[in-house]
């Protein structure tokens, strides 16, 4: 079994390597359930004496919007350091968030791994693309990231094929999702980290 976080396939199709992985079969892990991410919390939340009702797990989940441990851990954890005297109320949920968007080592990988899994000038699309994205929660239609990257590829065909294979390769490794036909964020988390320090 083989993980990392940048998907094998887009880096052996990058460099035209796809047949020294063609008899590995894809095995994608995707978020939890609702229902897991509130036990899970709960779990958490017990191990620590941490009185979490269904209200603030919710919130949490919310805020997350992409249900993997990880994020459910990021916050938790830190909201576990903001009540350390006291019990968790929604207000201190809201200081926890901005208090994890500001420290930027929890999602700057996010940014910088686009160099090693793009090369330029694929790189720039991608955060061109993430940016036009991150500005609604809702996302953006292809068409309107289509034309985010027409000033780094001027030709129409060329850029339908650019923005084909990053798109794939934004949606593969975990950045967008496509919903309603608008690409948005999977993470709220990573979303608003992006409006606040990449945007």
């Not at 199709?13 to 590995?24: C, G, K, M, S």
């Not at 079969?25 to 229902?35: D, H, S, T």
Request: glycine fraction near 4%; include cysteine.
């Amino acid at each position: 079994m083989l993980a990392r976080s940048i998907g094998l396939d887009n880096i052996t199709r990058r460099h035209q390597l796809t047949e020294t992985i063609n008899d590995l079969r894809l095995w994608p892990l995707g978020p939890f359930q609702p229902a897991a991410a509130h036990e899970f919390l709960g779990q958490l939340a017990a191990s620590y004496e941490i009185e979490l009702g269904p209200e603030l797990r919710a919130a949490v989940c919310s805020v997350a919007e992409w249900l993997i441990p990880y994020h459910l851990q990021v916050i938790f954890s830190e909201l576990r350091k903001h009540t350390e005297a006291t019990q968790p109320t929604m207000a201190i949920l809201d200081a926890t968030i901005e208090t994890l968007l500001d420290r930027q080592t929890y999602f700057s990988h996010w940014h910088e791994r686009l160099h090693e899994a793009l090369g330029e000038p694929s790189a720039s699309m991608a955060r061109a693309l993430l940016s036009i994205s991150a500005q609604d929660p809702t996302g953006a239609t292809p068409d309107a990231m289509n034309q985010s990257i027409a000033a780094i590829v001027s030709d129409p065909a060329e850029r339908t094929k650019a923005f084909k294979w990053i798109v794939d390769v934004l949606s593969n490794d975990g950045y967008l999702v496509l919903q309603d036909g608008r690409w948005r964020f999977r993470s709220g988390l990573l979303r608003r980290y992006w409006m606040r320090h990449v945007v």
